[in-house]
Each structure stands twice: as C-alpha cells, then as structure tokens.
C-alpha cells in the first residue's frame, strides 16, 4: 500500500510550473475619421488593423465647429503614433527541464573484500594429551576466523518518469564460501592421546571419548567450518532535492539475504592392541578394525523484509562523497539441518545413522522456524568522475542482522551414551535424550571494502 502511493504520487507530480498564457490586450474604442480623411487603403472612419509592435496606426485629427472651414494653410494630414503590443511573458519550455538528475540510467559493479563475523564455536571439539600430561585443546573453544573473502556488488536503475524524481533500482551482492579447517592426528602407535569431551548424560559427569590413545588406538579428526553470504534488493527511489552540489534520495523496496554456514566432523580411529571397538550388533567385537563417525551442522538464514533508507551526495567538481543508510524489518526463515552416520571395517557393515554429537533420538533431523529479524546497512563512498559518463569510487559497507542461528550455537556436548553407535553401551534408551538442538539464537555482521565503477546514460 505504502510503495503504491509512493508511486503513484510521484508519477502524478508535476515537472515544472505551468505555462502562464500572456495577458490579452484591451480593446480600445477607434474614432472614425471625418469625411475625406480616408486614403486609397484605408476607408474613411476606419483605421488600418494592428499588425505588432511599431505598427503606424492614423490618428483623427482634433475637432473643429461646426460649419467652420479649416483655416488657409491649417489643413492638417492624419498623424500618426507608435502603438507598441506588450511583450508577452517568456514561456517556460515544454521539454521536462530534469529536475533529479540529467542521465537516465546507469549501472555499476564493485570488487568487494569482505570480512565476516566469526563463526561461534564455544564448545572444546578435540583435545591432546601428550605423554606427559597437560590436555590442550586443538579444535573447538575458539571462534572460527573465516578471513578476507572476495566478492562482488552490483547495481543498476532507471528514472521512470520525465522528471527524473521517480526511479527503480535493483542491487546485490555474493560473498565466496569461505571455509576453516582443522586437523589433528596420532602416530601409527597412537600418540599423543586425542579425545572429545563432552558431558556424559547417563552418569551426569565429564567424560572422555577417545579418537587415539598410545598402543591401543591411532586416529586422526577433521574440522571444517563453511560460512556464505550473498543477498538482493529492489527498491523505488524518490528523488527530494538535486543541484549541482548535492543529491537527496529516499529509497524503499525489498529486501533478501542469504547465510548458508555448516560445520562438518570426521573422526576415523583405528585399532592398535588392548580394548575392542563397537558397533551395533557388535558390542566390543576385536574383529572390528576401524571406525569412522560423521557429525554434520548446518544452518540457514533467509531474511526477507521491506526497507526504508535514504542516501546522500555531495559534489565539489569531478570529486564526489556519498552515504547511504537502511533498515529493513521483516521474516528470517531458519533452518536447522543435523545430521550423523556412523561405519565399521573388518565386520562387513554398512553404514548406521547417528553419530558422535549428532545421534538418532536425540538431535538428528530438519527444524525450520521464522522469527523477526532487523537488517541495518550503512556505506559511505568517495570517487571521480572521470568521463561524463562513469566515475570511479572506493568505499566501505557494513551490514547487520540480529536473530540468526549458527551452527557452532546448535552443538551440544551433553551425551547420552546409549544413543551413540560406537558406545560400548549402546542399546535402548535410559534417561535424557540428549544431545537435543540448542536452538540458539546469534547475531552477524559483515564489513567489506569496495572497489567500483559505474556508468551513466
């Protein structure tokens, strides 16, 4: 309703003032000329029609009693005066005199280098223990730093109507996946001791999982964390005030962004000597020879809202600075995807589902929910105008979106052991179901510097 009036009203504005038609002249009573006055072109008791300014128009002679003849020698020829028509006030053109600015479209592209917020990941994934004591943590506890990542804007838009105060406007932008890795591994004879911690449901107590251990287990455990972001907008410009200086846009249209973020666990061990392994139908069997057990988290953020915002720029010859500023209100669609599978070797086994933090009965599966999110963004820019018809700029954006889910939140250490597949108790369920989706909502950000070039028609 609001973006239909917005539009209509603009459409609807007038361009320029209208056209003021000039004052029409008075009509001046004529007095007629005695008889004989008259010439070959003009008949007596008329005037000859004015033509325009300097017209030479007769003028009656002055009235003289009657019966008197005319003095010797005073006979007088029809004067003549200057009758000029007032000029006419200056029209104002017909042509629409621009009153936003001069080009009718233009479209731009930035190189853009994007700095992301860290992904959370609050929760020790691995720790090591060498021979001598003193566990360090090597995975986990620490937010994954995602780096620079390169990406790209665009945008492009017209003037709708005559004045160029009414436009559309479509713009985006897509940010690599970026990705953080993490790897640790034993020996061939299990060193140092790798183990993943977690909180033991069943007993209600600190416990250790182990990946290797020095001349029972060797293994190694792999990390990685992915995060992508890219997003879309289309929105109406009202153009409220452009000089040679300065420029005023109100902006108002819609708006879309993309969080794609996953963390992928591997742990593969292998066994040495001394304690069996498990695996279901299996229970401590020495026949088995390896395991692998998969942990996958991944979440998605689709915001879909209105925007409002407003942008700026000022112009002191071919150098120019410009602000933009929005905020958009709307629905971000979260999906929670979880998911775990556990194999054997040296039984013939196929693959279970579950995991080691993401297990059947506990947390596996797809949730999907929607919550009320607030996008902010803000950029400012300084360039040239190198050609009449592009420029140059270099810029900084930053972009803001509350209520969002990250993976790293989603995992949750507490473990029910009977409902992990390579438990040594592994069987029906007796107390919690845990691991359960946390559910936790986070915040994110993204900064980017960017590099453009736009052109104008």
Known sequence: MLSGLFLTAALLAPCADP??????LPDIPIPALPAGQGN??????????????????????????????????TEMAPSYAIMTEPEAPAKKSL???????????????????????????????????????????????????FGQAN???????????????????????????????GAANSDAAGNPT??????????????????????????????????RLSGAEIYLINNLHHDKAMTIDLLLGGTYVDLDESINLTQQTS?????????????NNPAITGITINDHFRTRNQFYGGTMGVRGEYRLGAAFVNLTAKVGLGN???TIDIDGSSQATGIGAGAVPGGFLAVTGGNIGRSTSNRFSILSEAGAAIGFQVASFARISVGYNFLYLNNVVRPGSQIDTVINTRLVPTSSNFNSLTGIASPVPTGKQDDFFANSINFGIELQF
């Not at 003028?59 to 003289?64: N, T, V, Y």
């Not at 993943?196 to 029972?216: C, D, E, M, Y």
């Not at 066994?271 to 229970?283: A, M, T």
Request: with cysteine; proline share 15%.
């Open 271 to 283: 066994r040495i000597g001394g304690v069996p392994l498990s695996f279901p139908g299996f229970p």
């Open 151 to 181: 990406g790209f804007r665009f945008n492009a838009g017209l003037w709708l109507n005559d004045c160029h105060t009414l436009g559309l406007g479509i713009g985006g932008f897509m940010v690599e996946q970026r990705a953080v890795l």
């Open 19 to 24: 056209v003021t038609p000039p004052p029409s």
């Open 332 to 334: 971000n669609r979260q």
């Open 194 to 227: 790798l183990s993943r911690p977690f909180t033991n449901a069943v007993v209600v107590q600190a416990a250790q999982a182990l990946v290797s251990s020095p001349g029972t287990l060797s293994g190694t455990f792999f990390s990685r964390s992915s995060s």
């Open 95 to 145: 042509n629409n005199p621009h009153q936003g600015p001069s080009y009718s479209l233009w479209g731009g592209v930035e190189y853009s280098l994007f700095f992301l917020k860290n992904g959370p990941s609050p929760n020790v994934l691995l720790q090591s223990t060498p021979a001598g004591g003193g566990a360090t943590n090597v995975i986990g506890g620490v937010n994954d730093d």
């Open 40 to 73: 070959a072109q003009t008949p007596p008791g008329t005037l000859p029609p004015v033509f325009g300014p300097g017209t030479q128009t007769p003028m009656a002679p002055p009235p003289r009693p009657e019966g008197v003849p005319p003095a010797p020698g």
